[in-house]
Each structure stands twice: as C-alpha cells, then as structure tokens.
C-alpha cells in the first residue's frame, strides 16, 4: 500500500481517487475549501481522507497534481518545502480556455507545464502522464474499443517505474504504456491536447484518448 495525495478534487482528481483507494492505497484527496460540495463527498467514502493542500503534499509518499494547468505552476511552487523528495505525477493540461471553455492555446508553447514543474520543483520527481485522455479513460482504459496509450516522460527511472505500477492499478496493461523519455517529451503529449476540442465539438463529450496504433 503507497500513501497517495492528490491536488485537486474535480472529476480528474475525485476520478483517481476512487480508483486507487479501490486497488488498496492510502489516498488523500486534496481540497482548498474543506465545506467544499467535493471535500463533503470526499468525507463520504471512508477509504479516502481528505485535508488541505498543504497538509496533503507533506503527508504523502507520492502525489498527483490535478489541479488546473493554466494555475498548476504557481499553485504548487508554493508547496516546494512539502514537495520536496516526493514523485510528483502530472496529469494536467495548462492551456488558456477559447470562447466555448474549452482548451485553446497552450500557456507554454515551446515547454510544457511538466518541464516548468521540474525546473521549480528541482528537488522533485516530475512524471507526466494521463493527460492524452479525457478523464474516465484515466482509470478505465479497458472500455475503449481500441486499447488506449498512456504516455509517461520523466527523467528519473525509477520514478517513472513506479507509475508505471499505479497505471496497471489503474487498469493500464503493461503494453498499452509508452515510455517516451525524459522530461522535455512531455511538451508532446501536451501539445496533443490541442486536437481535443476538435474532437468534442464534433463528437460530443464520449470517452477517447490519443494514442498510437501500432
């Protein structure tokens, strides 16, 4: 069993939450308002506690960042001292929302959010991963009609092992997981969030995720 915390308590973060206190870990749901409507539901399932930022980032083992991209960067500097030593997996997108809110540009062109996370948080092992993906598929990928990928970049291996791990807690095969390097291919994979709202303007909010055919 891993102690995980996880930043953000939306769809994403509630999501893998409940998948991964299901498979056994100690989770911790992160919430900024704890009379929040999700710090509420959250108190409701008894495997998954839940606590401020703070006191989550400095209690796990490993933590998730599900808070928003477009403020991720800022929001989680300011934990730098609770982070530190930890892996720290992101799964989120930092774009600038177009006119219908959905994603438009991204707010690091030429970067990612991950490579800015590693660079502020230098005493941390940034992994991205799950971001290729609209939510649902994140912990059930087995519902697709094609097997999905889950892409991971990283600069630390080890790190990257270890979420390799919590993606076949997830429901992740080992084989529809591509290790694409380190850190600096995450600006790939987020790029990719660029074809989603064309996807979901045309289609509609139905599961998908980006991946290779092989």
Not at 75 to 81: E, K, M
Not at 131 to 153: I, K, R
Request: glycine content about 10%; charged content about 15%.
């Amino acid at each position: 069993m891993t102690s995980i915390g996880i930043l953000g308590a939306g769809r994403v973060g509630a999501n893998l939450a409940g998948k991964l206190a299901a498979a056994g870990h100690h989770v911790t749901l992160g919430v900024r308002d704890r009379d929040s409507p999700a710090a509420l539901s959250a108190g409701t399932a008894p495997q998954i506690a839940f606590a401020d930022h703070r006191t989550t980032a400095r209690t796990a083992d490993i933590v998730i960042n599900a808070t928003p991209g477009h403020t991720s960067l800022a929001h989680l500097a300011d934990l730098r001292a609770e982070l530190s030593g930890k892996l720290l997996v992101d799964v989120s997108n930092a774009t600038h929302d177009a006119d219908d809110g959905l994603p438009g540009d991204l707010c690091y062109p030429g970067s990612s959010l991950a490579e800015q996370l590693q660079a502020t948080l230098p005493d941390s092992r940034v992994v991205k991963t799950l971001n290729t993906m609209l939510f649902m598929v994140m912990t059930a990928p087995e519902t697709l009609a094609t097997p999905p990928t889950a892409y991971l970049s990283g600069d630390d291996q080890n790190a990257k092992e270890t979420v390799a791990g919590l993606l076949g807690d997830l429901g992740w095969q080992p084989g529809w997981i591509e290790d694409l390097g380190g850190i600096t291919t995450a600006r790939a994979t987020e790029a990719m969030i660029l074809l989603v709202p064309h996807v979901l303007r045309r289609n509609g909010f139905k599961p998908f995720a980006v991946s290779l055919a092989r």
